[in-house]
């Protein structure tokens, strides 16, 4: 045994007392953390007992220099013991107090982040309502528009829409109240929900994971395009398309007037100039003659938009660019598995966008893909796409580490993306047998009325095949278009006209450049309606749709009657 204080034996006795600080603290702090006292107030503690601030045990020594014989520290450190017993007790007490306040203290603060959070969401619905009410001038098909999205419609009068809870419904010329038949509705597959929780529990949230993957090998199962990379849009699609091309400042991109805003917006975000240029009057397609007269030693590419997801004559725009050193892009939003002389769209050029909108037939809420069969233009687009790193090749193990290589941006779609569109493109067959039925029964049931009354049904070449993404009847004027919309929506059918051509438009007209009116595109645009088609329409709302159209009685035939 070692030496005491001042050189004295230190009998076993000794050896059962703790100096001040050592093992009794560490003990007593493991009994305190079991009951929650945090590891910072026993260091406090601690530190208050070292510095004398605290209760002091004696010392056994202590009690000899204050002349205690030593042969009475037995009976000496019973008391002592006591003391310290209720010493530590106190302590515990006042840490469990503080505990219990903590935990009170805490629930208050939860009450108040509940009540922050109810007035957030209330303030949030607030917003929401205000913003999504019409303007009072809102009329005609801007209404029907609204009332598919779900919103209200207060004060507008006559036939107006109106929301009962979140079932649309519409007031007809006769007083009675009818479900609208909306014109698109996303189309849901049983696995998406599974697909976003083993996302989700797997923390892999960010894109190009197992998801992406699977969606690739079913996109190109569907296309044939050997290379295709995820995007968060159909719009980044584009842009991709157009970085991937090396287009300057001055550098014409010949495009339809016809077209949704997108495919020319892409071509000004890198600098170069759209060419507006007018569509064939019977698939609303660039008319390949009209890119033939806009071709200038300044255009780079020609980006051809599938309209409806009907093929445009791609071999006779390829005749003209291939000669001049033009690349092809195709804006394929439209045409997912659709053909065009066997061929599918979306393999025809040099590289090709694809949108999975929620608007599409298949979709991700958002989404795109950008499809190529060339190796060159895959091996760059991945570049890009990573914000110009070659992350993709280390992480493929070609490099040991990856750097900033090319421009770049962000272009990669989410996991939780690519999970819904993955359910979304297993059931790809079925999405499209139920657009199809659709899509023949309108061309079936209207024939007979098209062929009396002066409307036109959509016209697909023998040379196409079409993905039923839309199917449109043609008015024989803007007058009829504005009318059967009107009578659409006062039979609860939401019909709609489409682009408005944009060598009319201030950007078109700011950015771009039309070198012979598109007189062809601005007919089009005003006499066409787009009728309901979505996967799940049920035989009886394609049969209201039927009746709503052949019913209509234009303006002139009904006055000519009275």
């Known amino acids: ?46 530190r208050r007992d070292d510095a004398g601030d605290g209760p002091r045990r004696p010392h056994a020594e202590e009690a000899d220099e204050v002349g205690r014989p030593g042969t009475a520290r037995a009976e000496d450190e019973r008391p002592v013991r006591r003391e310290r017993a209720g010493d530590d007790e106190r302590l515990r007490e006042k840490d469990r107090d503080e505990v219990v306040q903590r935990g009170r203290e805490q629930r208050g603060e939860d009450a108040e982040v509940d009540e922050r959070r109810r007035a957030r969401d209330e303030q949030v619905a607030h917003l929401l309502e205000v913003e999504q009410a019409p303007d009072e001038h809102e009329s005609g098909p801007r209404l029907a ?29 006769s007083g009675v109240t009818l479900d609208l038949i909306p014109f698109s509705r996303p189309y849901r597959t049983p696995d998406e929900l599974r697909y976003l929780d083993e996302v989700l529990t797997s923390g892999h949230g960010q894109g190009d994971g197992p998801f992406t993957q699977r969606a690739n090998a079913l996109i190109t199962a569907i296309t044939g395009a050997p290379h295709r990379l995820l995007t968060p849009s159909g719009t980044h699609a584009l842009e991709l398309a157009f970085w991937l091309l090396d287009l300057e400042p001055g550098d014409e991109v010949v495009v339809p007037s016809f077209t949704f805003t997108s495919t020319a917006a892409a071509v000004v975000q890198v600098g170069a100039v759209p060419v507006f240029v007018d569509v064939d009057p019977r698939t609303g397609n660039m008319d390949p003659a009209a890119f033939a007269a806009a071709v200038t030693p300044r255009t780079r590419a020609v980006c051809v938009v599938h309209y409806g997801g009907v093929g445009v004559d791609v071999d006779a725009i390829a005749a003209i660019a291939e000669p001049n050193d033009i690349r092809i892009v195709e804006d394929n939003a439209h045409g997912l598995g659709a053909s ?17 909108h929620a608007t599409k037939n298949v979709h991700a809420g958002e989404g795109g893909a950008l499809l190529t069969g060339s190796d060159e233009l895959a091996d760059r687009a991945e570049v890009i796409r990573e914000k110009g790193t070659d992350r993709s090749r280390f992480l493929r193990g070609q490099v040991d580490k990856y750097s900033w290589v090319d421009r770049g941006s962000s272009f990669l779609l989410s996991e939780l993306g690519a999970a819904v569109l993955t359910g979304q493109l297993e059931h790809f067959d079925e999405i499209q047998r139920l657009r199809h039925a659709v899509w023949d029964a309108y061309a079936t049931g209207l024939a007979g009325w098209a062929a009396g009354s002066g409307w036109s049904l959509m016209h697909v070449p023998a040379e196409a095949e079409h993905p039923a993404h839309v199917f449109y009847v043609l008015a024989p004027d ?45 007919d089009f645009s005003s006499r066409l309606v787009r009728l309901p088609l979505w996967a799940g329409l049920t035989d009886a709302q394609v049969d209201r749709v039927l009746d709503a159209v052949v019913s209509f009685v234009p303006a002139s035939s009904a006055q000519g009657r009275a």
């Open 1 to 46: 045994m070692g030496g005491g204080a001042g050189g004295r034996p230190v009998t076993e006795r000794d050896e059962a007392v703790p100096e001040v600080g050592e093992h009794r603290d560490d003990d007593d702090r493991d009994d305190l953390r079991g009951e929650g006292v945090p590891a910072e107030k026993l260091d406090e503690r601690g």
């Open 145 to 173: 528009e609204l009332a598919g999205q779900g919103r209200g419609v207060a004060g507008s009068g006559g036939h107006g829409t109106r929301l009962v809870g979140r079932a649309a419904q519409d007031v007809g010329s």
């Open 340 to 356: 065009w002389r066997g061929r599918k769209l979306g393999t025809l050029g040099d590289v090709a966008a694809q949108s999975f």
């Open 478 to 522: 803007h007058a009829g278009q504005t009318e059967m919309l009107s009578h659409l929506r006062s039979r609860g059918v939401q019909g709609t006209f489409h682009y408005v051509p944009l060598d009319t438009s201030a950007a078109g007209r700011r950015f771009g450049r039309t070198p012979s009116p598109c007189t062809v595109t601005a």
